[in-house]
């Protein structure tokens, strides 16, 4: 049977005037919205707005348009245009989109259902576990379905489908499945806009043509420090990645330019210009910003300056009369006026810390000046540039800058131990030098601290200063001393010393991966979850509150204490070898550098042997039929402990040795008795144990007559 497709009810988009590109090059669907995006908007939506647009210049090819089944983790299929746009308006092939094969089983129900999948009467709450049924076949909630389509009262298919709803026969039998037929289903499926207009979905590792869009481009456009001869023409940034600018004046000049200003020269005083801007992106001319301004050339008195920073200045004059406009010139750039019809102008892009002098006329017809007021001022000077402090020493901070902008004529610079988070208002004067040169040293600072930089540049005499410039400057932190280590079977105890200030200490132990690194502020950490009898090397590092200023590493090595091996075994292997074996303490288990010191002994030979082992080993070159005796002990340094033994007797090669015994007495048939062979054969036997103890040797009497 056919999927139930449940209708969606969109809102409204809010529409921009938008303009579409056809590629006809053919790329996959990533592909394609990767390039519309770098040089585009994105890959196009489609609306009734702009359906019958994008149709005219399909030809007999199909399209790529930004439509994914499932994009940006969206719940519903199809519901959302690849640049977040809701789906407001649909035209799918027949039988498009495919919906995803399904089987699932059907519980009894006596309600009898039509040709269309709807109860015949009596259609109430009690017959719902049906729908229910349906949704488990369509991997759908009650809730979900309510989400899409609101309350489930006499649903109707929403009017933006242009395709009809597909039906759903459903018949009530314990045995049958409903079951969800379609054409091939695609997972990862991206629309295609038909070469006749309808949408049908496609593998998205398809290549097709494809369409961008790209919204009209509105920007802004200004003029500034107008003279006789010149305008600075300066616009804003286009969208996407901009190549260069096109302007075009009138009069057919045309230049490229990379930047968002241009200053335009050579003009005609009192001429109209038109000037034309086009962004222009992957080798495309937007839309253009436009301008048009007069050049233009005034008798004033009472001109004062006003509001005066460090690159602009307010003047504003009194006349009286009649005049065209008024023309204000810089008496050090007299070819370059600026132009008024106000008695008042602000006059930017001033050299800071530089003495002005201005001068005011009326202009009248365009051609005849008024005699000139002027008045003088100094400019403030501008900040100081890149103000850094060498933050590497631990007594000493080293404060570096460039000259500001324009000019002036020395430096304040002031230093003061911050007591916040946060350097303001710590620039007092009593704490102030000044200085003719871009650095200046302060010594005998305190470890550690954080410090509050502030410098400003000084004109007119060293009278008038400029903004502060005001950084936080740090002493370099000292490394620890008299680092100790108190190490246990599975602990290591570091204690440590520093003087000056600090924040926290960085503290790490390796080997790496046993354990990580970690921060304290305290002059002591306790390493834990260790393993006994191994070599840790133990790093701290003192940090201030600068995240990258920190003392040099002191590093300090020890071994932790080792345990004694939990059992030790010897087996013989043959007459010359014996194997031995133990086991890993607990407390070193997972150690990869644990060492065992080896001894083995030999008393009837007075053979003593020792080595020292990373591993189980065998014993070759021994002596047939002796009796070894074992140790092994875990080595961690200087440090031993205690031994397990273990022992155990070589093969013997066999030998009979015969030695004979001449028995005399002075008692008669004394030598034949029993009692004397049994005698003499246990007293050779405490003999032999006495010289042969620790080999292998069995003593057996053999009587001849």
């Known amino acids: 049977m056919r999927v139930l497709w449940l209708t969606l009810l969109l809102g409204s988009v809010i529409w921009a005037e938008e303009q579409y590109f056809h590629h006809s090059n053919p790329t996959t669907w990533d592909e394609a919205r990767q390039y519309c995006q770098a040089c585009f908007k994105d890959l196009t939506t489609i609306t009734c707005r702009n359906v019958h647009d994008l149709l005219q210049k399909l030809g007999n090819s ?31 092939y027949p039988g498009h989109p495919v919906p995803k094969v399904e089987t699932c089983p059907l519980t009894p129900n006596n309600t009898s259902m039509n040709s269309t999948g709807a109860p015949k009467a009596n259609n109430t709450e009690e017959q719902c576990p049906l729908v229910l049924e349906i949704l488990n076949c369509l991997n759908l909630t009650l809730g979900e379905l309510e989400n899409i389509t609101g309350p489930l009262v006499n649903p109707t298919p929403h009017s933006l489908y242009s395709s009809p709803l597909p039906t759903v026969n459903i018949t009530s039998n314990e045995t ?86 241009k200053i335009l020269k050579n003009l005609t005083s009192g001429t109209l210009y038109n000037v034309q801007v086009y962004p222009v992106k992957c080798g495309r001319h937007l839309n253009p910003q436009n301008i048009s301004f007069y050049t233009s050339p005034s008798d004033v008195y009472n001109l004062t300056e006003m509001n005066v920073d460090d690159t602009s200045v307010r003047l504003s004059w009194n006349h009286s009369g009649n005049c065209d406009f008024y023309l204000i010139t810089d008496k050090d750039k007299p070819d370059e006026p600026n132009t008024i019809n106000t008695t008042e102008i602000k006059i930017s892009n001033l050299v800071p810390g530089k003495e002005y002098t201005f001068t005011a006329c009326a202009v009248v017809n365009r051609t005849t000046k008024s005699v000139s007021a002027s008045v003088s001022f100094f400019t403030k000077p501008s900040r100081v540039l890149n103000l850094t402090s060498a933050d590497n020493n631990c007594t000493v901070i080293s404060a570096y800058w460039k000259k500001p902008a324009g000019n002036h004529s020395s430096y304040n610079i002031c230093l003061n131990e911050a007591s916040n988070s946060q350097c303001e208002n710590h620039c007092q004067p009593g704490n102030c030098n000044q200085t003719k040169v871009e650095h200046f040293t302060f010594t005998d600072k305190t470890p550690g601290m954080k410090y509050c930089l502030c410098v400003a540049a000084l004109t007119n005499n060293s009278q008038l200063s400029g903004e502060m410039v005001t950084i936080a400057a740090y002493t370099r932190p000292e490394k620890v001393e008299l680092l100790n280590l108190f190490p246990s079977n599975q602990h290591i105890f570091a204690s440590w010393t520093v003087n000056g200030h600090f924040k926290e200490f960085l503290v790490s132990i390796e080997p790496a991966g046993l354990i990580k690194e970690d921060r304290t502020p305290y002059k002591n950490y306790n390493f834990t979850g260790l393993k006994a009898g191994v070599h840790y090397t133990v790093k701290v590092t003192t ?35 014996i194997s031995l074996t133990w086991g890993v303490p607990k407390e070193s288990e997972g150690a990869s550098d644990i060492k065992y010191e080896v001894t083995h002994h030999s008393a009837y030979w007075n053979s003593t042997n020792s080595t020292q082992q990373d591993k189980n080993l065998t014993f070759v070159g ?46 008669p048939l004394l030598c034949s008795e029993g009692q004397t062979q049994t005698d003499t054969l246990n007293e050779l036997t405490k003999n032999f144990s006495k010289t042969f103890l620790g080999i292998h040797w069995n003593l057996t009497m053999v009587v001849r007559k």
């Not at 919204?215 to 260069?244: A, D």
Request: aromatic share 12%; hydrophobic share 30%; with cysteine.
């Open 62 to 92: 199909d399209f790529w348009v930004g439509l994914r089944r499932s994009f940006n983790g969206s719940i519903i299929p199809w519901s959302r245009w690849s640049n977040g746009d809701p789906v407001s308006y649909q035209n799918w």
């Open 176 to 261: 049958q499945t409903c079951d969800i037929k379609a054409e091939k289903y695609i997972e990862d499926s991206c629309l295609a806009l038909l070469s006749f207009g309808m949408w049908k979905e496609k593998e998205c590792n398809e290549s097709l043509p494809f369409i961008c869009y790209d919204e009209r481009f509105f920007g802004e456009i200004n003029i500034s420090n107008v003279t006789k001869s010149e305008g600075h023409v300066n616009w804003s940034q286009g969208p996407g990645n901009i190549s260069n600018y096109t302007v075009k004046v009138t009069g057919g000049h045309e230049s490229n330019v990379t930047t968002m200003v």
């Open 543 to 577: 940090l201030s509150e600068k995240p990258d200023l920190k003392s040099d590493p002191v590093y300090i090595s020890d071994y932790t204490k080792p345990t004694p091996t939990p059992w030790v075994t010897a087996i013989v292997l043959n007459e010359t070898s």
């Open 622 to 667: 021994l002596r047939s039929g002796t009796n070894y005796n074992f140790s092994v002990s875990v080595k961690a340094g200087n440090l031993t402990s205690l031994p397990v033994f273990a022992s155990n007797q070589t093969k013997p090669y066999r030998k009979t040795l015969t030695f004979a015994m001449l028995c005399t007495s002075k008692t």
